[in-house]
């Protein structure tokens, strides 16, 4: 296989003991070709992280084809929540990943650590995420409603990972 490299698409710092370190999530890239997500702990400068995930990184799988981490954040009680998009069966979807301090998948949120979202059956990216004070997901991103139009797509998660149906119309 050709040349791979790391693409850096967020950062976040978790400075709270026990867990004082530096989140990075980011792409796998070979050949032109996005083929997974990374997200890695770093204990120090340099150092990875060997409390996360034994090696300081995860590698999360959605649908079996192409998946990106692009953004990163950290609940208080160190969980650390991830979006991006999942290739689907036909399409992108919103894709939300939750991690124990330990860099397991937090079988509490969605399916398994995993939520996947849909908006118009077309092609939908997140690229930002927020956690509001009540522990709820605002993510952002844009939604293709035809093949050469997009949209700003906003949706809101609950704690567990379901859409909050109090938020525009069902939770997007």
Known sequence: MGKMKIEVTSMALQPTPPFV???VVGLLVA???????????????????????????????????SDVAFAVAI??????VVAGWAFTSTDYDFALARY????????TFGSGGRVT??????????FALAIQADGKLVVA??????TTKSDFALAR????????????????
């Open 21 to 23: 370190r530096e989140l």
């Open 157 to 172: 998660y609950n704690p567990d990972g379901s859409l909050d149906s109090t938020f525009g119309s069902g939770g997007r």
């Open 141 to 146: 991103g844009r939604a293709f409603t035809s």
């Open 31 to 65: 050949l032109l070709m996005t083929l997974s997500s990374v997200h890695a702990v770093q204990a120090a400068p340099g150092d990875l992280d060997p409390t996360f995930d034994s090696d300081g990184r995860v590698t999360t799988d959605f649908a079996g084809n």
């Open 75 to 80: 609940q208080t009680d160190g969980k650390l």
């Open 117 to 126: 979202t849909d908006f118009a059956g077309n092609s939908d990216m997140a």
């Open 100 to 107: 124990n301090p330990d860099g397991s998948l937090d079988s």
